[in-house]
């Protein structure tokens, strides 16, 4: 199954979901599609959607996709790698007013380099990103909140 999350600002993304709504109706994507769609206007024909989430349905749908397509939300991309999911971001752009500004491409690019994730920068490749997401192997996101606890409690108590 295929989360699409689209987080809770005020911003629309239609442009994800047309695609996304273009490649099932077409049969490119034969899985399962569900979708977040926050703002967002336009209305998925083809996958099942709902505007907002509550934590208890978000955590269960996160839980039972194997992938997520997200915008290029720092908290959306660290959910979906911190419980081992593919992800697939597609930053939010100004010129689509999508954003305020372009920084979802520095949060996206990021995460690329680090390879947590894979990413469209062009929304006409979704569809192979899709299709190849399966084999790519990216690295198993670790926690270092301990580390930084462990080193604020020191500074304390030295």
């Known amino acids: 199954m295929i989360f ?11 442009r994800l979901l047309k695609e996304i709504d273009r490649l099932v109706g077409e ?13 967002s206007d336009y209305e998925p024909k083809n996958y099942r959607y709902k505007k907002f989430l509550d934590r208890d349905e978000f955590s269960n749908i996160m ?13 959306a991309i660290i959910s979906a790698v ?14 689509f007013e999508e954003h305020v500004d372009n920084h979802q491409l520095q949060i996206v690019n990021e995460f690329l380099r680090m390879n ?31 580390a930084i606890i462990e080193s604020i409690d020191e500074f304390i108590n030295n």
């Open 82 to 95: 911190k419980k081992g999911k593919k992800v697939i971001a597609v930053a939010r752009l100004k010129e």
């Open 4 to 14: 699409v999350t689209l987080g809770s600002q005020k911003f629309q993304f239609n």
């Open 116 to 146: 947590f994730i894979n990413s469209v920068n062009k929304i006409e490749q979704l569809g192979e990103i899709i299709l190849c997401i399966d084999k790519c192997k990216f690295e198993k996101y670790e926690s270092n909140t301990k």
């Open 27 to 39: 049969k490119k994507i034969e899985e399962e599609v569900f979708a977040q769609i926050g703002y």
């Open 63 to 75: 839980n039972k996709c194997d992938k997520v397509i997200t915008h290029g939300g720092t908290g």
